[in-house]
């Protein structure tokens, strides 16, 4: 995720997110959701809905930004 992202760096800056490794492809790290956020996330929070039509749901993760869209897929 980007770390120059406002609302990337300010979830750092809360403890919701963690970066994973300090390696990183420029402002680019690898980051994970601390476990007392992850308690409390449902699939609502992301604008996911698993009772949507598939078609309903590809828009939503086509119109997300690019560095979300390899977590946004449906089996």
Known sequence: MPMD?????GL???GVLK???NIGDG?????TISKSADKFLKEIHLGINTKKPDNELR???SNRP???KIF???D
């Open 66 to 68: 690019d560095e979300q």
């Open 5 to 9: 992202n406002p609302v990337v760096s």
């Open 19 to 21: 970066r994973v490794t």
């Open 59 to 61: 828009r939503i993760f």
């Open 27 to 31: 402002v680019f790290f690898a980051m």
């Open 72 to 74: 946004c897929t449906k």
């Open 12 to 14: 750092l800056q809360k």
